[in-house]
């Protein structure tokens, strides 16, 4: 290694520590847990969820009083599962599942957004389809994940462009198998989320041709839910689970590659795909949660709110849910509410 190379590597461990240390909040290493810590369990998935991602690679939600568990998972229905045994505490989970969840069952409550992914959602094309916008779609090939955000979102994208379902062959598969299919010419394009945009676009010849935000559709989203029995029981541990993400979120803020590494490892992916991730589809800003003016605000009946009830209608007519949901109580916006009083009376 060259002496450059040591200086360059010795000047970024020497950020990231005073980085650190200026939180007053966060340390590389594990904290003991301390005698007033309070469990809590997390059930996650490998996407594009900064701030989770941080706060456990950091220990930050040790720092904030809690003994967290972390249960990771392939897809949303065995996480839905595991919230109806009640083996999970808190879900970071996509929008449709979320909802599908409320038809098995479980009875949960949003307490926060994560991330607003609507631009980490689209349509990836391979060279050489003849896509080259949106409008191309009609007669091709596309793979989708039926129940997921990507189907609403290539649902609203056809509709948008006034083609017809009979006018696409739709061919539902899990991300991996279209990025296979991609790469094999079995399919001409795929709406599909991150990390496997990235994939395709480097592993399968393929093209982004237009984000969902592009589109102006912007359910693609996953949420921070709780079990409403556990949340009664536990408000103060959710409300520190919260305080742990605002200190990954201010990590964030003055160090954006703790993320991208955290995400890079965690995706099995390379640095500079998630760091084009990155780009698209940042990190939440916690504190605009309570913003009614906020297009993912937390507030009952904001535009997010209304949002969620599209979506169960969608769902309805794609035979998703088979039955009606009360969308009436399912944001909580009084536990950021409370975490960001809480912050600010530490200050």
Do not use: C
């Amino acid at each position: 290694m060259s002496k450059r190379m040591m200086r360059k590597g010795a000047v970024l461990l020497l950020s990231f520590a005073l980085l650190l240390s200026g939180l007053g909040e966060a340390d590389a290493s594990p904290p003991q847990v301390e005698r007033g810590a309070l469990p809590i369990t997390i059930g996650y998935q490998s996407n594009t969820d900064w701030l989770l991602l941080v706060a456990r690679d950091l220990h930050l939600f040790e720092r904030a009083g809690l003994r967290p568990s972390f249960v990771k998972f392939v897809a949303g229905p065995p996480m839905i599962a595991a919230a109806r045994e009640q083996s999970i505490d808190v879900a970071s989970i996509g929008s449709v599942p979320f909802i599908s969840g409320l038809t098995q069952g479980v009875d949960w409550v949003v307490v926060g957004i994560n991330p607003e992914n609507a631009y980490g959602e689209g349509l990836v094309a391979r060279r050489g389809s003849g896509i080259e916008t949106v409008a191309d779609l009609a007669g091709k090939r596309i793979g989708f994940f039926r129940g997921s955000t990507a189907h609403f979102g290539l649902m609203m994208t056809l509709r948008q462009l006034g083609i017809r379902r009979d006018q696409v062959e739709l061919l539902d598969m899990p991300p991996a198998e279209q990025l296979s299919a991609l790469a094999g010419n079995r399919i001409d394009a795929a709406m599909v989320w991150e990390p496997w945009m990235q994939k395709m676009v480097h592993e399968a010849n393929g093209r982004l041709i237009v984000t969902e935000g592009a589109m102006g559709i912007y359910t693609s989203v996953s949420v921070y839910a709780a079990r409403s029995a556990w949340l009664r029981e536990n408000r103060e541990a959710a409300v520190r689970f919260l305080r742990a993400l605002l200190m990954a979120s201010k990590v964030m803020q003055k160090s954006p590659e703790v993320g991208i590494k955290a995400l890079a490892r965690e995706m099995s992916i390379r640095e500079e795909w998630a760091e084009a991730i990155h780009e698209n589809s940042p990190p939440p800003d916690l504190t605009l949660w309570v913003d009614a003016r906020y297009r993912y605000s937390l507030v009952k009946d904001a535009e997010f709110h209304r949002r969620l009830g599209y979506l169960v209608t969608f769902l309805l007519e794609e035979e998703v849910i088979s039955e009606e949901v009360d969308v009436r109580n399912i944001l909580d916006v009084s536990v950021i509410t409370e975490a960001l009083k809480t912050r600010e009376a530490e200050r």
